[in-house]
């Protein structure tokens, strides 16, 4: 998880410079749905080369979604922004309600291998699904000056790195202080080459990604710590039928469904009153 959104500084960069941000959105998930195929086999080095796809594709989504919410509008303080992020935020959660239950029953049921096969197939047909329907604001113009020859370069060392990163663990935690350092450097170059009105916005996203990143850290102990407490701590016989641990990850998106549309609509009442970011 920490390589997944270590990731997505580099493609964010990809985006905006070499594929542009559907092309790199499709390549993430062309990556990640590989990945977890790949880690089906019982040879560990196919195993860890998975995981780096994995991670890889990951990192390609996870900032270009976000970001294609803003191009579909050509104002960027459109404050119809703000209830289509609550809109994909509430659809994420749905997929995050069903996947855990469907998958964690048929993985059960059947096999993993089964389970982990219809997560990669479902996935992959999610993406290209987003690829072909998304229609990015006229307004928007790619700025791309990396060559392609240069970006499958980069990207295939990319892909060693992060597989002798998951076979070499150990060198993991010097990587992510190389990473956070680069990132501090890189946010206070921008924050530097803004005027006084854009520094604010910047102020603003530091603010936000330090308060994300509390939230990723305790978020992200569902699948761990809080899995192994299902699987070990929890009666989880209901009726005679055991429920798979891997069900209790629907936990956190079905109180986000319940909640998430009562807050849209408080959102929406009192837009006009709130300034966007």
């Known amino acids: 998880m920490i390589l997944c959104y270590g990731t997505s500084l580099i493609g964010g960069y990809i985006a905006d410079k070499g594929w542009g941000v559907k092309n790199t959105i499709m390549l993430g998930g062309v990556f990640s749905g590989l990945g977890l195929s790949l880690i089906l086999f019982p040879l560990q080095d196919l195993f860890f080369l998975g995981l780096a796809l994995t991670a890889l594709g990951s990192g390609f989504i996870k900032p270009?979604?976000?970001?294609?919410i803003g191009l579909l509008f050509e104002d960027p303080r459109d404050p119809r922004k703000d209830g289509v992020?609550?809109?994909?935020y509430i659809a994420m959660n749905f997929g995050n309600l069903i996947a855990p239950i469907i998958c964690g029953?048929?993985?059960?049921?059947y096999g993993w291998h089964y389970g982990v096969t219809l997560l990669s197939a479902v996935f992959m047909g999610a993406v290209y699904f987003v690829?072909?329907?998304m229609h990015l604001h006229s307004s928007y113009k790619?700025?791309?000056?990396?060559?392609?020859?240069?970006l499958l370069m980069s990207i295939t060392l990319l892909i060693a790195l992060l597989y002798l990163l998951f076979k070499y663990q150990e060198s993991l935690h010097g990587l992510m202080?190389?990473?956070t350092c680069g990132s501090i450097v890189y946010l206070g170059k921008i924050f530097y080459q803004c005027n006084a009105e854009e520094r604010k916005d910047v102020s603003s996203i530091i603010a936000y990604i330090l308060l994300f990143a509390i939230f990723c850290a305790l978020y992200e102990q569902a699948g761990t710590s809080l899995m192994l407490f299902y699987e070990k701590a929890v009666d989880r016989e209901v009726m005679g039928s055991l429920i798979p641990s891997s069900a209790f990850l629907s936990?956190?998106?079905?109180f986000v469904l319940l909640w998430g549309p009562f807050l849209l609509f408080l959102s929406s009442r009192y837009r006009g009153k709130m300034t966007p970011v």
């Open 64 to 68: 270009n979604i976000a970001a294609s």
């Open 85 to 88: 992020y609550s809109a994909l």
């Open 105 to 109: 029953f048929v993985g059960k049921t």
């Open 131 to 133: 690829y072909k329907t």
């Open 142 to 150: 790619e700025d791309l000056c990396i060559s392609r020859s240069k």
């Open 177 to 179: 202080g190389v990473v």
């Open 251 to 254: 936990l956190d998106p079905l």
